[in-house]
Nanobody
């Protein structure tokens, strides 16, 4: 059974940093595209960063480009999202998801995964 578990969320002041982790079980994550999505209250879920299961290339939404970095640790079967220069508008529940490589990593980040594999989410709150 494939599962994804996020961790690392919390309360941080504006300008601060957090690192989220997404650990997979029941499958080898580096053979899949892995993405981070977020959903703020009253807003649709949006893709913010994805990493390719083909060549490791990365995709970022304009809203986080230059502030967030996605990376993999294949030995730990984990994908990370390093977030810096956080803003109050980054407040949301952050989810990771896995997609088979039948779609491009770019499409995954803009349209969602070609699967139903989602973690339970982790809350990130940016507030002073």
């Amino acid at each position: 059974q494939r599962q994804l578990v996020e961790s690392g969320g919390g309360l941080v002041q504006p300008g601060g940093s957090l690192r989220l982790s997404c650990t997979g079980s029941g499958f080898t994550m580096d053979e899949w595209h892995i993405g981070w999505f977020r959903q703020a209250p009253g807003k649709a879920r949006e893709g913010i960063s994805c990493i390719s299961g083909v060549d490791g290339s990365t995709v970022y939404a304009d809203s986080v480009k230059g502030r967030y970095t996605i990376s993999r640790d294949n030995k730990k079967n984990t994908v990370y999202l390093q977030m810096s220069a956080l803003k109050p508008e980054d407040t949301a529940v952050y989810y990771c998801t896995a997609s088979p490589r039948i779609i491009t990593v770019q499409r995954m980040c803009t349209h969602g995964p070609a699967s139903d594999y989602w973690g339970q989410g982790t809350q990130v709150t940016v507030s002073s």
